[in-house]
Every structure is written in C-alpha cells, then in structure tokens.
C-alpha cells in the first residue's frame, strides 16, 4: 500500500516563474492538507482540500498561492511568481477522514534562485 | 489558539543511554492528540508516537514512550536504549478535536545527536 506521493521531490526556479507542486494521497484517503517548513523551523499549516473543494486556506499567502485537488488526479499547489522566501520544504499529508491521523508525503524542497 | 513549545533545540546522547526530548502545549480543549514525528536528513516526516488526551495510560511504541501530564499540559519523550538511526530533528504536534478541528500544530523541533 503505498504512503503519500509528492513530486518532483527537489525543485529549482529562478524568481517570476511558476512552482508546481504534486500530492497524491494514500489509497482511500480524500482528505489532503499541505504545509510549509521554513528553515530551522516546524511545520506550518498551509491548506485543506476534500475532494474538489477548498474547506481551509487560512494559512496560505493571499497573493500567489493557491491549491486544487480534482476529482480526478493529484493535489496541486502552485506558486506564481515566485520569490525567494518561497524557498522552503512542502509537505503534504493525506487522511481518510478529518478526525484520523495524517500521513506526511516525503515533501518538496523548492529552491528559488 | 494552541501553541507548542519545544524548549530544547538541540540534545546530545551516547549510543544505548536513554534521553527524553521535552515539549509542552496550550490549548482549552479538553480532549485532543498529542504526536511526535521523527525527521531524519531525508526531510520525511515519520510518526513515532501518538497519544489521545483522553487517555491516561502513555503510550509506548518499542524503545519509544512518551510522559503525558495532561494538567501541565505536558508531553515528553522518552527514548531508550538510543541508535545511531535515531539522530534526526524531533518534532511534537498538537491536534484538537473539536469540529472543524485538522490542523497540526508544530513545535519548532529539538535536533537529536547520538554519539558513538
């Protein structure tokens, strides 16, 4: 049974262009939440999506991010324009229902130069 | 809102002795879960113990166990008999359970070194 999907697991964009970062949840899971890891610092909460729907956005960026999981296919979180404080680690992690554990992806490190 | 605090950035032990990574939390919920998350160099994060608030047995997992004190809302981990494999960042999250309740709450880690 394989764990939580992210890709491309590394990154590099020069300033101004677009991140695309992808999650595909655990076999069963419909519940998919990202997060940020900054340098030397935890995980912050970023977005929670159910299937074709945004129920949490309140830790993202108001500008330049945004976040979809389809009905069909991964989770997408995509940075326009991006900055080099964008530079962090995300991660996704994947639940079968809110009140259950979530499972984290292995991440993404996005290196804006 | 909840907040977690991991006092101790960074901690030393010697191969096979034990060491307990601190953490404490804020909340005014009554019934919650409390996590530690192993992250190695690889950067995954991996679950290395869990514990529900309504529970007063801690929870153990092999060489790892953990000293829940829900009044002083505080949340060790003890690991014993300590690897070379266990150095990594440690983390401790918090998560409620009221509705609307997902997000994970992070402490800002304790970085584990094992010597040799």
């Known amino acids: 049974n394989a764990g939580v999907m992210q890709n491309p697991r590394h990154l590099v964009r020069r300033r101004g262009q677009e991140a695309r970062l992808r999650c595909s949840p655990m076999k069963g899971h419909s519940h998919v939440y990202w997060y940020r890891q900054l340098p030397e610092e935890g995980l912050k909460f970023m977005v929670y999506l159910q299937k074709e729907n945004i129920i949490d956005e309140s830790g993202m960026p108001k500008e330049r991010f945004s976040a979809e999981f389809p009905k069909e296919g991964p989770s997408i979180l995509r940075i326009q324009q991006v900055v080099r404080g964008d530079s962090a680690a995300y991660f996704c992690?994947?639940?079968?229902?809110?009140?259950?554990?979530?499972?984290f992806g292995p991440g993404t490190r996005l290196l804006v130069l | 809102a909840q907040t977690v605090t991991q006092s101790q950035p960074e901690m030393s032990v010697q191969e096979a002795e034990t060491v307990t990574l601190s953490c404490t939390y804020d909340?005014?919920?009554?019934?919650?879960?409390l996590f530690w998350y192993k992250q190695p160099p690889s950067r995954q994060m991996i679950l290395v113990i869990r514990?529900?608030?309504?529970?007063?047995q801690n929870a153990t997992e092999n060489r790892f166990s953990v000293n829940f004190q829900k009044a002083a809302k505080s949340f060790s981990l003890k690991i014993s008999d300590s690897q070379l494999g266990d150095a990594a960042m440690y983390f401790c999250a918090y998560r409620g359970t009221t509705s609307g309740t997902y997000k994970y709450i992070f402490g800002t880690g304790t970085r584990l070194k094992v010597l040799a």
């Open positions: 514990q529900e608030a309504y529970k007063q």
């Open positions: 992690a994947s639940s079968r229902v809110t009140q259950e554990t979530q499972y």
């Open positions: 909340t005014s919920e009554s019934d919650y879960y």
